[in-house]
């Protein structure tokens, strides 16, 4: 269920800057509204979930994290070096 949610649209009123009247001559006029610039709106970044958590377990449980370490490459007890360096 959480991953659906994460397609939810976003909810955007659109409401008028100006209402007023446009003067072309005395006689003439019209009613004009005038919207702010409208913009892309993105999707959120999809997020990796877990096969092997298991369904009924809890969503914070089944999110997948990166881990990086890094090794010498002839090193062969793969000792890891430190991300500093």
């Keep these: 269920m ?3 949610k994460q397609f939810k649209k976003r909810e955007v009123t659109s409401r008028a800057r ?3 009247n446009f003067d072309l001559a005395e006689d ?3 009613g004009v509204q005038i919207y702010p ?3 892309e709106e993105t999707f959120p970044s999809l997020k ?3 096969k092997v958590a298991g369904k009924n377990s809890a ?3 089944a999110t997948v994290s990166l881990q990086r370490t890094y090794t010498e ?3 062969c007890e793969q000792k890891e070096i430190p991300t500093d360096q």
């Design 28 to 30: 003439l006029q019209l």
């Design 37 to 39: 610039r409208t913009r």
């Design 2 to 4: 959480e991953v659906c």
């Design 18 to 20: 100006y209402r007023g």
């Design 59 to 61: 969503a914070d449980a």
């Design 48 to 50: 990796k979930f877990s």
């Design 73 to 75: 490459i002839d090193d």
